[in-house]
DNA sequence: TAGAACGTACAGAAAAAACTGAACGAATAG
DNA sequence: CTATTCGTTCAGTTTTTTCTGTACGTTCTA
């Protein structure tokens, strides 16, 4: 059922209370290094009657077809929207991803696995490279730098190891044994 | 022990595998929506062998003094550094927190705590304004319309206390139950 | 109690990011 | 087959963020 069946007065009377709950969901989602507009443009498709198309997400945020393509493509890469099809439109159509435990542990699995990975590599990388250096017959003071250095890197390891099995227990909702869905 | 000590050969082959390192971290901290320059300055201070003062934090860099203000400001805000006092010393000294299960947790609990208790508090708002609309004699299409928005802000709100319950895990430990520091 | 050293506020400059409109290639409808 | 419609690429503009140098208030020193 769409709005435009309403008086205007009832009508700005919804759209004032969903503007308030997208500010919110623009500035949580800010948080996550998603530009605010990107935000918004989720917002907008979180009260949709139904999946929209770029232009009428244009119509909805007065903004550019181009700019609302990246944004769609943004949340698409992020799982927070999905691609619809609908049998007689050749337009794309997006709807949100409404399953918002779900929308998390995507998250996390997509922007963070990479990086934490990378991260174990590159350390891996350097400690073994360090350990190159460290022959018996070295200079003691970089024996010592070498050595709290291979310490430090170590340390980081292990943490960015604990990060990818909590990424685990997000993914394969383990998670929620911890902490039930419902309270 | 101090990188000076060591012969030129010496020092770049140690920068060398240090500055990848700080890449990595920085890169890491942007995902978190801190800037690329205040990753490698956490990076610095992170392969410091003692606390820095600004100065000292500026040569590395090769900034301003004000950058380091500011960036070690927020990593300060964020507990991923601590400032160390040091009698003698009038400079103020900063070094990095190496807890970094720490570092974590705190950063959920400062920078996503207030935003997700922030949402929940405009969610129900919203959801008490809209039921104030939904009377008996009202119009069928804006109760449907209504009763919709009413439920998907229920459904977001749900998630919002899941999370706040999941930042409760993270900071009283209860996560390292379910994910344990040690493999 | 004057002087020097320190950290930060502030305003402007530099850099980065977001946004737009025109143009283009792909796909479909007629 | 041709013409339209669609999404995206790209170059240029606008906006936002980051960075710098000067100036200022504070605190310690002598």
């Known amino acids: 059922m ?5 008086s205007p007065e009832q009508q700005t009377a919804v759209l ?18 998603i530009p605010l507009s990107t935000g918004h443009l989720y917002g907008l498709l979180f009260f949709a009657d139904k999946p929209m198309t770029l232009d009428e997400m244009g119509m909805g945020m007065k ?26 439109s050749r337009k794309d159509l997006y709807e949100v991803e409404y399953d918002w435990y779900q929308t998390f542990t995507d998250f996390f699995a997509i922007k963070w696995r990479k990086a934490v990975e990378g991260n174990i590599l590159v350390l891996k990388r350097s400690i ?49 044994d911890l902490v039930p869905k419902e309270e």
């Open 128 to 176: 073994k490279e360090m350990n190159k250096y460290l022959t018996e017959d070295i200079d003691p003071a970089l024996r010592s730098v070498l050595e709290e250095d291979i310490h430090k890197m170590n340390e980081a390891a292990k943490y960015y190891s604990w990060l990818d099995r909590l990424i685990d227990a997000m993914e394969n909702g383990d998670i929620y």
């Open 63 to 88: 903004m550019s077809k181009t700019s609302m393509s990246t944004g769609v493509r943004t949340l698409l890469d992020m799982k927070m929207v999905n691609k619809v099809w609908e049998k007689g």
């Open 16 to 33: 004032n209370v969903r503007k308030r709950v997208i500010e919110a969901i623009g500035r949580n989602m800010n948080l996550y290094g």
């Open 2 to 6: 769409s709005l435009d069946q309403l």
